[in-house]
C-alpha cells in the first residue's frame, strides 16, 4: 500500500506569492491534518478535513487555507507569503473518523519544504 | 501554557544501552491520548508507541515502552537496547478527548535529538 505522498517535496518562493501543496493520502484514508514545522515553533496543527469539510482549525492566519476532494486528496494554500512562513509543511492521514476514539494513529507523509525568499 | 513539555533538547547513549526520553503534559480532560513518534533527517514522522488515559498497563511496542505515570503527567518513552537507526529527533504528542467530531489534531512537544554512539 502506498503512503502518504506530498507534492512537491521542495519549494521556493518569493515573500508576497501565493503557493499550493498538495497530500495525497492512503488509499481508504479519509481525514487528512496538515501542520507546520519550524525550529522556533516546532509541529503546530493548521486544519483537518473529513468529507471534504475541514472538522478543525489551528491559530493561524485566515492566509492559510485548505480543502479536501472527494477523492480524499488534500491541497493547502498559502497567500501573500512572508519570511516566517518558511517550514516544513506535513501532512497525515488516518484510516477511520467518528468512532475511532483516541487511539488511531497519523500516518504522515515526507513532507513538503518550503522556503521564502 | 505548554501542553507537552519535552525537557531534553539533545540526548546521548552508547549502543546496546537503554534510553528515557521524558515528556510531560497537561490537559484537564479525563480522556486523552498520548503519542511517541520518530522523525528522522528525512522529515517523515514515524509513530511508534501509543498510551490512553485509561490503559492500565504501560504501552510496549518490540524496543520502546511507556512509563506512564498518570498522577505526574508524565508519558516518558523508554528504548531498549539502542542502535544506532535509533539516532533522530523524537517527539512525545497528545490528543485530547474534548475534540469533540474531530481527531486529527495532535499537540506536540518540542521534541529530542537522541544520538546514539557505537
Known amino acids: 500500500k502506498a503512503g502518504v505522498t506530498q507534492t512537491p517535496r521542495y519549494l521556493i518562493k518569493t515573500r508576497g506569492q501565493q503557493v499550493t501543496l498538495s497530500c495525497s493520502p492512503i488509499?481508504?484514508?479519509?481525514?487528512v491534518s496538515w501542520y507546520q514545522q519550524t525550529p522556533g515553533q516546532g509541529l503546530q496543527f493548521l486544519f483537518e478535513?473529513?468529507?471534504?469539510?475541514?472538522?478543525n482549525k489551528g491559530n493561524f492566519p485566515g492566509r492559510f487555507s485548505g480543502r479536501q476532494f472527494s477523492n480524499s486528496r488534500s491541497e493547502m494554500n498559502v497567500s501573500t507569503l512572508e519570511l516566517g512562513d518558511s517550514a516544513l509543511y506535513l501532512c497525515a492521514s488516518s484510516p477511520i473518523f467518528f468512532g475511532g476514539g483516541l487511539r488511531y494513529e497519523q500516518y504522515f507523509g515526507p513532507g513538503t519544504r518550503l522556503t521564502v525568499t | 501554557a505548554q501542553k507537552i513539555t519535552q525537557t531534553q533538547p539533545g540526548m546521548f547513549v552508547q549502543e546496546k544501552e537503554a534510553v528515557t526520553l521524558d515528556c510531560t503534559y497537561d490537559?484537564?480532560?479525563?480522556?486523552?491520548?498520548l503519542f511517541w513518534y520518530k522523525q528522522p533527517s528525512s522529515g517523515e514522522m514515524i509513530f511508534l508507541i501509543y498510551?490512553?488515559?485509561?490503559?492500565?498497563q504501560n504501552a510496549t511496542e518490540g524496543r520502546y515502552s511507556l512509563n506512564f505515570q498518570k498522577a505526574r503527567k508524565s508519558a516518558n518513552l523508554v528504548i531498549s537496547a539502542s542502535q544506532l537507526g535509533d539516532s533522530a529527533m523524537y517527539f512525545c504528542a497528545m490528543r485530547e478527548g474534548s475534540g469533540g467530531t474531530s481527531y486529527g489534531k495532535l499537540t506536540f512537544g518540542q521534541g529530542t535529538i537522541l544520538t546514539v554512539h557505537p
Open positions: 498510551q490512553g488515559s485509561y490503559d492500565e
Open positions: 478535513y473529513f468529507s471534504e469539510t475541514q472538522r
Open positions: 488509499s481508504g484514508h479519509r481525514s
Open positions: 490537559t484537564s480532560d479525563q480522556s486523552y491520548g
